[in-house]
């Protein structure tokens, strides 16, 4: 078993040089992705911390650079937002002209900034380097309480600010409305992430000596407060996956809430519920759980968002597991994801399960506005290789 793994950190390595940048960030993925993505290169920042922080500081740095500092609407811009993506490269760029770049069409990239800076400094100890971004940081956690909060009900919603972009701005993303909520949506996972980024702020304020905005704590408070009562979907003993325009539940089961173990919003007496809803069979698979219910009228298993697996997915319900005591759970997810690499010999960006057998799906040209029934699965994507690497090298 020594053996394996020390192949496997290996590979995944090698794997992973091929999306390392000059400047020690990650690209998205490979061979379709292969720019700059606020979400994924924060989250596989996150996930190599104990193996290489530097790839966290050059994230951070990347991405502090090109924060928003002005209200641009054709790249969905506002002051302290941090990125969705920006492909370097003109022709990338000329692929996707119905933009202006950096394009800021995301709602977790902001929040998981924050989170990931915190994650860093604790880490590392770089007050150094922190101390040159505390700007950034402040700059995004004002954006939550302001441009992220549109309706001031303490929740962050996203609404695209133009006709061809994102229509859904969290990471199950995409231009059409797949997932069926009228804007502004108030996705689940979200509230956790922001939830976490305020407290986060906080801490990271008085370790610098920096001034604490108290606005910080008491936003997360009221969050945590209305959070519960307003997600919380009785009959299924679960939260929905979002609040729509008109602040009604969008009732799917999905992994969404999973996200929410690490965030620390959720009251002490739903974790059980929600860590056996997630291993419920229709949910969990022999090779992970699946982004939504099998039982979904929308369900499928081939599809991008709705009912795939993605192990970027299952390594922040992974991560939570761990960080409250679920080892058990955590290691099926890890059990699940080693079983995944070896059928297919990677661990690539999604998969599908069927009958408890793996789907391998199609590799292609990524084109811009492609049909939502079109898959194009990169074998090598820096969020599913990471993650995948944190698991194993724990052992």
Not at 120 to 126: F, H, N, P, S
Not at 127 to 152: C, H, P, R
Not at 309 to 324: A, C, R, S, T
Not at 369 to 395: R, S
Request: hydrophobic share 40%; charged share 25%; net charge negative.
């Amino acid at each position: 078993m020594a053996d394996f793994k020390e192949t496997l950190r290996n590979k995944l390595l090698q794997d992973l040089e091929k999306l390392k940048t000059p400047d020690g960030y990650l690209n998205a993925g490979y061979p379709n992705y292969y720019i700059l993505f606020g979400r994924d290169a924060l989250i596989s920042a996150w996930q190599m911390l104990e193996i290489n922080p530097e790839i966290a500081k050059s994230s951070l740095k990347v991405l502090a650079k090109y924060q928003g500092k002005t209200i641009h609407r054709k790249a969905e811009e506002e002051p302290g937002k941090i990125l969705h993506e920006y492909p370097l490269e003109p022709e990338q760029q000329a692929i996707l002209s119905d933009w202006d770049f950096p394009y800021f069409g995301t709602v977790d990239a902001t929040p998981l900034f924050v989170i990931v800076a915190d994650k860093y400094l604790q880490k590392t100890g770089d007050m150094s380097f922190l101390s040159q971004i505390w700007k950034n940081v402040v700059a995004a956690a004002d954006w939550m309480s302001t441009y992220g909060d549109i309706d001031k009900d303490y929740f962050v919603e996203y609404e695209r600010k133009i006709p061809k972009g994102l229509f859904h701005q969290a990471w199950r993303d995409s231009y059409e409305n797949h997932l069926k909520i009228s804007s502004p949506v108030a996705i689940v996972e979200v509230q956790g992430y922001v939830y976490a980024a305020y407290l986060a702020a906080t801490r990271m304020a008085k370790v610098l000596g920096k001034e604490v905005n108290p606005e910080w704590e008491e936003r997360a408070k009221a969050l945590q407060e209305r959070f519960h009562q307003s997600f919380w979907w009785e009959e299924e003993q679960y939260y929905a996956l979002a609040l729509d325009g008109d602040k009604k539940q969008r009732r799917s089961v999905s992994s969404n809430p999973g996200h929410l173990l690490f965030t620390g919003i959720l009251p002490a007496q739903v974790l059980p519920r929600i860590v056996k809803r997630l291993f419920q069979s229709d949910l969990f698979t022999p090779y992970g759980i699946q982004t939504v219910s099998k039982h979904d009228p929308d369900f499928d298993p081939q599809s991008y968002h709705l009912g795939s697996v993605w192990p970027h997915d299952n390594w922040i319900i992974y991560y939570g597991l761990k960080q409250l005591g679920f080892l058990r759970e955590a290691d099926q997810i890890k059990q699940a994801l080693l079983l995944v690499h070896q059928e297919l010999g990677r661990i690539p960006e999604l998969f599908g399960v069927k009958d408890g057998k793996i789907i391998r799906l199609s590799v292609g040209a990524w084109q811009h506005g492609v049909p939502g029934n079109v898959i194009h699965a990169n074998p090598i994507q820096a969020w599913a290789i990471c993650g995948l690497l944190q698991m194993i090298w724990e052992d």
